[in-house]
């Protein structure tokens, strides 16, 4: 079986990172083919994943000068937790794919810089391991749900006894997306899903398979029944429009995560950054909004929160950094992040987070 | 001469389709050359034909979640046929360029899929073999119209005989369009045109001559005559504006259906989805509206109803199916669509076809 | 010295052509590369150039249906000359850099269509071998003007007895363009220009020598003087603002032509195209409007004719047909023309010229 | 160490310049790898770096006839000094990693065209030095500020008592940009930075730390300082927004220098031309405008022009000149210009400066 011969990298260093697209290339120089593949690759025509990056381009950043800035602070606060930058990480299934080490490297690694992971219910590790290799660090708990109520209640019971801050509902994939990267290498899982072993396995499986097992019917009543069983804040992922803003919000949800799914499920539709000014319009601050798909640059972090985001989330390049060097590495895209940051508000001429969000941005009229 | 020397494709097997372009191209592999390069180019500087499937980006579908959907039901109807989607077969010319079964297994596939084959008047089959070989499948009939009316009340007489539903007037090609791609390969049929053998023979002949040996000037008084002899719903094909729209009305056309050929006559005129924005509202529901020209995504079938189309048409991907697959190659590129059109369906949050066609689509302000 | 070794075509001969930009590359396989640059080529970084070609997809001819068109009538008359179509031959330099026979083929050719040579006064043959060539067919004359007026006079003179109809003073290359491509080939003229030879001979010159012995500071009165002399219609050519037209009106001339010399002279400046629509609403059908730069299809004709011009013409086109045909190739080249002005007319629903003219375009609005 | 085997050019001559962008290819066949990436190369993506010269199409010049012009003027004057065209010198660091000559040939250049020298803080060359080898020319002073003030009065006495005639703050660089290219080439500079030695000695130093040496925390306080203490009139370099027109107005500047430090700063900001539309708009013609980045062709200084600049620099196409022929390249990359700027003034139907300053240009509504 292809499954058993599956071998990824198992490194543990220190990356100097030029930027995120070239991390990507030496990625897939480490990772097996069919895992890179399922990693990168996009829905349909590709047409959203790429926008969702060309989309920034959208708006400027306009310098400002003389504003007596030496050091700009990146320090942010989410539901009481003090956070290094504005940047977390986004919920990912199967980390093994990219490093043996899987998801202990990257809680460990994202707890090291100072934020937070959202754990994916399509871990390769359990929750137990992830929290445990967190050292303290906080964490959010991402959900696909089971049909079967029973099983949902024992795996946030499990989140909670490992206190995890907030609950993330993934909307936007209540069935898989034409990945058709995937369907040419002929990707199946070759490690285990413990956290849902209850309703999907996973090892052999493809992604159509496993997200068919899961719940596709979701409704407001998902969200009423995992806010009131946790009495955690409840973050709706995969919201685009002011429509689906007040369903969430109807339904008890305590934060928005913009995001399409980093553009692998509906080809077809918006960049998620033109989603943000609508969907940040429609929240009006209410509650916090939390953004992803696409983030490959300090300035689409700073776009993002100029543009209504409390915090970003970064996938893709976070396995990079894990595939390539382990904890240390995951720790080194966050640490490049944050130098480029530093970097953008200076120039920028904002002393601080809340500066970067008040700031107004450019509309770029030339549609470049 | 050439014309003995045509040796296409037989083939005859279901096909494994990852996507239209590279059915496309495959397609290319095993019909000759000349006679693929009749079927897949256009017209000039094959600007509108490009534009015809770019243009779908002008529009983007937006997720929607917590819908509460399982199962999207893509069934329709259209005068009184129940139909397994809106997708049904656009009127072209000769499919046995593509497969030595010619339109008889176009016939057949659509019917096993369950949809209706828009018989062409410059098939290479009768009326009779098409409509056997559809083993009660719907039909509609697409006129190319004789000089002479008694040729033209035979042909229509044969069409009923034959249980059409519908005859589609072909309006936008009463002459050859500029096909380059022909002029350079020396392109003639090689292969009758039975239908229509009273005022056109077609074996040996480019398409200029035979486009020149049907009726030219087309008028309102030619959609009367259809109606009025064959008591049948008449749609009038290639219409683009709201003054051809209430021309086509006010003739008796009991259909609007939107097309610039596939690209293959005009260049340099809109992409027929823009168009489609146009007509649908000048229509503004008083007849039923079909929508041909570029569609090779269930996301464009999505967007083409929720545009105002109420059934789209494909031509040559069913026909690129027919060379890789026969029957269930055709069979193959229907169940392709219909697979992903329920996915989009799932992820736009729309139950049925209602929904889909009462969708706002997002408008693309960027231009990419 | 080089202009010895100048050896270029004196081909004779139908051409079959599929579309003017391969015409365009065949005739750089016959004319010698530093004389072939010097006519293909345009100014600076050819941006405008380019823009006079891809400005027409600004607007689109849209289709239109069932209008009893069987054969559309192209004719149309100016200054009471019949004319085949409103297709004229634009004033280009020197034809016998294209093939020895020179400007007396492109005349005979022209003549054979059925439409104007408008006269260069850089032309490699005299005036009265243009005519003669001609034999019959009207032709206007376009005048470089010495900084002696009685050069000019003297010119003028020839230019009446040979009974032209119409003078065009180019107003636009009052200094040669930067033609980068003229510096990298060191391009020199290599035959002589006989019309001009009192002020000019142009053997072994640039074109920036030659333009600089002409007139350079050409002004409104310039205009007069030619219109009060000659007493024949006086067109100012390369105007594209309404306050250009205003001048040119008022200075007493008959007609206006919108040109940008080919995208030879001002590169950055608007496509000839764009300018077309800003001065044929200063016009405002005063007087007649002449339109060249970018003319490649028949499609462009029936645009440019349909935003306010009377009459469009084309020069490279022309060059490329004398080079590969000689006479019997420009008139290819016009053929090739007609017959696909015919084809757009039909599919445009427009039976002739006038109902061209009245044409409504339709706004690309997606910059495609 | 890298630094001892650092060769580059020694050239000296009069060059011939087709165009800048191939004078750019040309120079990176003389310079060092490293050097020459320090030169050219941009801050992240490139993005900015691109759309600064991208972006002058975002506006056209509309040729202008018949109005009577034979030799346009294109000399002007700012602060009392004649200049033989509005188009001055950037300041750009090190000039010896071009030419060994360094600043010395850049000065005695641009005097022997008759323009003025921005000397840099960063120069390779002394104050002395580059004054004495203008022999007489007109120069302003660029400074970058240390952290201690008397450090910065001991470089402005240099400067005065060299009579500068302007002192250019730069505001955009208080810390170095992402130059990913320098980080690829790990570049230190090769050559001392006399002017700054007090705090930064240059050789063996990467960009970065040379900016963090300098004082970052420049404020509308910096302004004053430099004002009061010097009684010249102070520039602010980097403003592109009308805020940071106030800010520097009421700090005392008697300038505004519109810059984006060439794309070398703050990536996925507005390109500089974009931003001079909205600084000249709020300078309302107060103080002088001084544009750079992106000027490769004179009708980029025409278009810089007319929109609200009144001088125009250059930069690395002068470091180019200076590359490939010493003080004479310096000249000729001027000299290359200024017919370039006499030919657009003659098409644009300009006289002189202020005719060009007060020219309306036409916006691209197209996007190219």
Chains 1, 2, 3, 4 share one sequence.
Do not use: C
């Not at 959203?48 to 007596?68: C, M, W």
Request: avoid cysteine; charged fraction near 20%.
């Amino acid at each position: 079986m292809a499954n058993n011969q599956y071998v990824t990298s198992s490194a543990e260093k220190v990356l100097n990172i030029i930027n995120l697209y070239e991390l990507e290339e030496d990625a897939g120089k480490v990772i097996p083919q069919d895992g890179y593949g399922y990693i990168y690759s996009g829905a349909g025509d590709l047409y959203t994943i790429k926008e969702n990056i060309a989309s920034f381009n959208h708006k400027y950043i306009v310098p400002h000068v003389l504003r007596d800035i030496e050091n700009p602070d990146t320090k942010t606060e989410i539901f009481g937790d003090q956070l290094t930058s504005p940047i977390i990480m986004a919920p990912v299934a199967a980390h093994k794919l990219a490093n043996t080490q899987g998801e202990a490297a990257t809680a460990k690694g994202i707890a090291d810089y100072g934020s937070i992971l959202t754990m994916s219910s399509f871990a390769s590790a359990s929750i137990a391991d992830m929290a445990d290799a967190a050292h303290g660090g906080p964490q959010w708990f991402q959900l696909y749900m089971s049909k079967d109520d029973d099983i949902n209640r024992k795996i946030l019971d499990e989140a909670m006894a490992h206190h995890v801050k907030a609950i993330v509902l993934t909307a936007d994939a209540t069935v898989g997306g034409n990945r058709e990267t995937d369907k040419r290498n002929h990707f199946t899982f070759p490690v285990g899903l413990p956290i849902v072993e209850d309703y999907q396995s996973g090892v052999g499986q493809t992604m159509d398979v496993v997200y068919k097992s899961a719940k596709q019917s979701l409704s407001p009543r998902d969200v009423k029944f995992i806010s009131d069983y946790t009495h955690l804040p409840v973050f709706v992922k995969g919201v685009q429009t002011a429509e689906d803003v007040e369903i969430a919000l109807q339904a008890g949800a305590k934060g928005i995560w913009v995001s399409n799914h980093g553009g692998r499920q509906l080809d077809g539709g918006p960049a998620a950054f033109d989603s943000l000014q609508v969907v940040a319009k429609a929240v009006n601050k209410r509650v916090p909004i939390v953004f992803d798909s696409g983030i490959r640059r300090a300035q689409h972090v700073f776009k993002a929160l100029a543009s209504g985001a409390d915090i970003v989330a970064i996938g893709r390049p976070v396995i990079y950094g894990l595939a390539l060097g382990g904890s240390q590495g995951v720790k080194s895209v966050f640490d490049y992040l944050q130098t480029e940051l530093e970097l953008v508000m200076q120039l920028a001429g904002t002393h601080n987070i809340d500066e970067v969000k008040a700031t107004q941005l450019l509309d770029n009229l030339y549609g470049n």
